[in-house]
């Protein structure tokens, strides 16, 4: 792929992350399916929002606080990355952290940064947590490390030991990262059921938390049974076979799902119209419990697909951060073009 090419699809990925989660937040928190024409209708109202005013949420923050700390330190920095994550929520208004990471953080900032694992581990009784935030904030990891597998599934790894320690926790993030490796490698999905068992033993392959494989392959198996057996899913079928909510082990499926469900137009007649990456935005958006996050982590995989132009123009800077977003995803390829 020529490096325009890749620059593209890397911007897709962060700016698919932060559209994702700016048009999630609208949805989120609301009891079962949102109707995609809703979805649609708040969409084409964007044109006439101020530039960056639709804001964005914690999944963006932490994206945010990672990609810059690794372009910072042109590595990773535990310190440096639990530092930046504590900083923005206790310098920021409400983003909707969830109250357990909030715990994590007030522990981080009493200890001066000097225990940057002993918090998250501590939490649950030891069994630490398997929620969605590592995995949520991944995305820059994928763009540091692109086309070095052992790499981004080691920094996907550690990154996610700051907050979430549960291998749960720690599988989700190394699966979200390879889903979005998997999608920039791809220029033609011709089986979605294919990609998705490629990518399941791509992670068998490579995880290194042996702890909770079993529970991501169940997951990918279910998504293509219902890829193979069903034409129109509903949305309580995902949230039933596949979840959707908090935990890592059903927002991340739930993501790729979205993704692979939407490559196919005529599986939604009524955004048919729209190019694969609006058509993943709006149906991860509506099915969701937890739509900001699945919205903004199966619009990255669609990003790193498509690339960024999928988005139009008008919509992209109604968005807090989307120039940033574009810059962010420059300097990470920067540094991996660098690396290699
Ligand atoms: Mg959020």
């Given at each position: 792929?020529?490096?325009?090419?890749?620059?593209?699809?890397a911007?897709?990925?962060?700016?698919?992350?932060?559209?994702?989660?700016?048009?999630?937040?609208?949805f989120?928190?609301?009891?079962?399916?949102?109707?995609?024409?809703?979805?649609?209708?708040y969409?084409?109202?964007?044109?006439?929002?101020?530039?960056?005013?639709?804001?964005?949420?914690?999944?963006?923050?932490?994206?945010?606080?990672?990609?810059?700390?690794?372009?910072?330190?042109?590595?990773?920095?535990?310190?440096?990355?639990?530092?930046?994550?504590?900083?923005t929520?206790?310098?920021?208004?409400?983003?909707?952290?969830?109250?357990?990471?909030?715990?994590?953080?007030?522990?981080?900032?009493?200890?001066?940064?000097?225990?940057?694992?002993?918090?998250?581990?501590?939490?649950?009784?030891?069994?630490?947590?398997?929620?969605?935030?590592?995995?949520?904030?991944v995305?820059?990891?994928?763009?540091?490390?692109?086309?070095?597998v052992?790499?981004i599934?080691?920094?996907?790894?550690?990154?996610?030991?700051?907050?979430?320690?549960?291998?749960?926790?720690?599988?989700?993030?190394?699966?979200?990262?390879?889903?979005?490796e998997k999608?920039?490698?791809?220029?033609?999905?011709?089986?979605?059921?294919?990609?998705?068992?490629?990518?399941?033993?791509?992670?068998?392959?490579?995880?290194?938390?042996?702890?909770?494989i079993?529970?991501?392959?169940?997951k990918?198996?279910?998504?293509?049974?219902?890829?193979?057996?069903?034409?129109?899913?509903?949305?309580?079928?995902?949230?039933?076979?596949?979840?959707?909510?908090?935990?890592?082990?059903?927002?991340?499926?739930?993501?790729i799902?979205?993704?692979?469900?939407?490559?196919?137009?005529?599986?939604?007649?009524?955004?048919?119209?729209y190019?694969?990456?609006?058509?993943?935005?709006f149906?991860?958006?509506?099915?969701?419990?937890?739509?900001?996050?699945?919205?903004?982590?199966?619009?990255?995989?669609?990003?790193?697909?498509?690339?960024?132009?999928?988005?139009?123009?008008?919509w992209?800077?109604?968005?807090e951060?989307?120039?940033?977003?574009?810059?962010?995803?420059n300097?990470?390829?920067?540094?991996?073009?660098?690396?290699?």
């Open positions: 792929m020529c490096s325009t090419k890749l620059l593209e699809r911007s897709g990925v962060i700016l698919g992350a932060i559209f994702g989660d700016c048009l999630g937040a609208e989120d928190c609301m009891l079962g399916e949102q109707p995609l024409g809703d979805i649609l209708e969409c084409n109202d964007l044109q006439n929002a101020e530039r960056g005013s639709v804001l964005y949420t914690d999944d963006s923050c932490m994206t945010f606080d990672l990609g810059l700390s690794l372009i910072q330190h042109g590595r990773f920095e535990a310190r440096e990355v639990a530092k930046a994550f504590c900083e929520y206790f310098s920021s208004f409400q983003r909707f952290y969830g109250s357990n990471v909030v715990d994590v953080f007030v522990k981080l900032k009493q200890s001066n940064y000097n225990d940057v694992y002993g918090p998250a581990s501590q939490q649950f009784g030891g069994s630490g947590s398997y929620g969605n935030g590592s995995a949520m904030r995305s820059p990891v994928t763009l540091l490390h692109h086309n070095d052992p790499s599934v080691k920094l996907a790894g550690e990154q996610s030991r700051i907050t979430h320690t549960h291998p749960l926790g720690i599988n989700g993030a190394i699966l979200q990262a390879l889903a979005i999608a920039l490698n791809t220029n033609e999905i011709e089986s979605p059921v294919k990609f998705c068992q490629e990518l399941l033993e791509q992670f068998k392959e490579n995880t290194t938390v042996t702890e909770g079993s529970v991501y392959e169940e990918m198996n279910r998504i293509i049974e219902i890829l193979q057996e069903e034409k129109l899913v509903k949305p309580q079928t995902v949230n039933s076979k596949i979840g959707s909510g908090v935990t890592a082990h059903a927002a991340v499926p739930a993501s799902f979205s993704f692979l469900y939407c490559l196919d137009r005529e599986r939604l007649p009524l955004i048919s119209d190019n694969g990456m609006l058509r993943t935005a149906y991860s958006v509506s099915f969701s419990y937890d739509s900001d996050t699945v919205g903004s982590m199966a619009t990255a995989i669609a990003g790193a697909y498509y690339g960024e132009k999928c988005i139009p123009d008008e992209k800077i109604a968005c951060g989307a120039d940033a977003a574009l810059k962010m995803a300097d990470l390829i920067s540094l991996n073009i660098q690396e290699q």
